[in-house]
Nanobody, 127 residues
């Protein structure tokens, strides 16, 4: 049973930085695509960044150049360094994972239905 647990969300002023972490348990496949999504009230859940086991990454246009996704394959953990935060970054941030490589045939990062495992989310508020 795969479990993902996010941490690191908090309230921060515009221009500030945060680092989100996602720990996992129950990971059994050799390779996983892992990603960060976010959802603001009344909005659709949107992909923020994704990463493969080989370290290749993809970012949404809205965060490219400000956010950095990284992973520790040994720990099966994934991180999101967020710099130059803006009020529009305010959202619940979710960690997602799915066996295999990231599928970019439809979108980069992959669409949310490509992921079978989700965490409960961590709130980021930028004012």
């Amino acid at each position: 049973h795969v479990q993902l647990v996010e941490s690191g969300g908090e309230s921060v002023q515009a221009g500030g930085s945060l680092r989100l972490s996602c720990g996992s348990s129950g990971i059994r496949y050799r390779t996983y695509c892992m990603a960060w999504y976010r959802q603001a009230p009344g909005e659709e859940r949107e992909g923020v960044a994704s990463i493969d086991d080989d370290g290749s990454t993809s970012y949404s246009d809205s965060v490219n150049g400000r956010f950095t996704i990284s992973s520790d394959n040994a720990k099966r953990s994934v991180y999101l360094q967020m710099n130059d935060l803006r009020p529009e970054d305010t959202a619940m941030y979710y960690c997602a994972a799915d066996p295999g490589v990231c599928d970019y045939s439809l979108a980069r990062p992959p669409p949310k239905y490509a992921f079978g495992y989700w965490g409960q989310g961590t709130q980021v508020t930028v004012s």
